[in-house]
């Protein structure tokens, strides 16, 4: 069962979204099969073997998340995080103004899946592999 001391530890190692798929990967070392991120607040609850869950509680206060969301302006923040240009926290902010409520990481898959707040998929990404 994984703790979350260990998910922090794992996340500490992330600067920017160039370090997700070895996140990812250490992620999947831990046992957590998906987990949810919510954007508004930071709270994520994640998935195990054996349908173990753990939640992570809020990281920060609610922030706002555009009515009307648009695919391009996240594809365009998503990619310069990818490029290392925007920290995690940034990029919420930058997500939350591109109408994402809150994506979905299934490591079995290797996915990643964002989602407005009328619960529709915005954009689905392959995570690469370190």
């Known amino acids: 069962m994984f703790t979350i001391e260990q998910i922090k530890t794992a996340h500490s190692k992330v600067k920017s979204g160039a370090d ?3 996140y990812i990967q250490e992620m999947k070392s831990l046992g957590i099969k998906s ?37 391009e302006m996240l594809k365009h923040y998503l990619s310069i995080h990818q490029q290392g240009q925007t ?3 940034s990029f919420c902010k930058q997500a ?6 809150k994506w979905i990481v299934d490591i079995g898959k290797m996915t990643c899946a964002y989602y ?14 370190p």
């Open 116 to 129: 407005d707040k009328m619960e529709k998929e915005m954009l689905a990404e392959i995570i690469p592999e």
């Open 87 to 89: 920290d995690y926290v």
């Open 35 to 71: 987990y949810q991120h919510f954007v508004s607040d930071g709270h994520i609850p994640y998935y195990g073997v054996d349908d173990f869950t753990l939640a992570a509680n809020a990281k920060w206060s609610p922030i706002e998340i555009a009515e009307k969301s648009s695919i």
């Open 20 to 22: 997700f798929p070895s």
């Open 96 to 101: 939350a103004e591109s109408g994402v409520e």
